[in-house]
């Protein structure tokens, strides 16, 4: 695992899966928040924060894998990439929450974004390769 990757994310099932996990009450405009919080004070990040090309109103789960480089510059590129993915949020008219949706449908949607994260939470070491926070191995 490389030091200081930190997957933010509002997918409680995929936190609670991987090492370096840290939760976010609320929407998806609160994750991308968060991570350009993140990537203002020095991280960067490692994922795309529009991962998956879903439209805002189509996930109500957003993760985004950064790492955190305390007291570093600001990287540019990230803080390009993010300020603009916060702005595509924030101008959808209404973003799901996912304690809004039933059990059934949430955890369809927080095993899609799972899958959208798999591959770059194996790469940087955070996830155990064959946990999966929904529907256990795989």
Do not use: W
């Not at 991280?43 to 996930?59: F, V, W």
């Amino acid at each position: 695992m490389r030091n200081g990757v930190v997957l933010i994310t509002n997918n409680s099932s995929l936190c609670g899966a991987v090492f370096g996990g840290r939760l976010v009450e609320g929407s998806s405009l609160d994750v991308l928040t968060a991570a350009r919080d993140a990537v203002h004070l020095g991280a960067s990040l490692l994922t795309h924060p529009l991962c998956g090309n879903l439209r805002p109103h189509q996930q109500p789960f957003r993760s985004v894998l950064i790492e955190e480089n305390p007291g570093a510059l600001v990287d540019l590129e990230s803080l390009s990439l993010i300020d603009s993915a916060v702005t595509i949020y924030r101008d959808c008219a209404r973003l799901p929450l996912p304690e809004d949706l039933e059990a059934a449908v949430r955890r369809d949607y927080a095993f899609v974004d799972f899958e959208l994260m798999r591959d770059s939470l194996e790469r940087y070491g955070i996830l155990p390769r064959i946990v999966s926070p929904v529907f256990g191995k795989v």
